[in-house]
């Protein structure tokens, strides 16, 4: 029975994940196609989890990108978004489980879930993440990571990931 709340509760985060306005909203024709969009994260996933290579993860963003990460930490322009996504290859981030991705308008929403070599002595496989871009003009402006609820409470425990 909490296995189905706690579903549910994902399948409401995730829609108003999808259904907030876009965060850098500008009525040019900066609209992509969805496959477009969805080509694009799975790009910048691949070099930044199989490929472990930073300057093709950043090449899918654009100057101005927002990222925010699990712990609520706000890191704009590729600058400071290349220093974290550095400590994420350098931690070793184990390829992970990366689900299908759903695009409504410029939004695309992706669960993964991560592992690092570092927690192999914890009681953490993995955590549930919940992963949401924006894209406009070929290029990532907005990432959102959260961890799903359960994933949350490990989070809080271990402290698992850069801050």
Known sequence: MQKKYLWISFYIFASLLLMSPPLFADNNNSQISHQKAIELVQTFHSALYEQHNLNNALSCLADNVVFT????????????????????????????????????????????????DSWQNLDVKKLDLLEKFIVENDKIVYISVAALPKSWKKFNKESLLPR
Request: aromatic share 6%.
């Open 69 to 116: 990460n699990v712990y609520g930490d706000i890191f704009v322009g590729k600058e400071q978004v290349s220093r974290f996504l550095k400590e994420l290859i350098d931690l070793h981030v184990e390829g992970p489980e990366i689900g299908l991705p759903e695009a409504e308008g410029k939004s695309v929403v992706v669960i993964i879930k991560a592992s690092l």
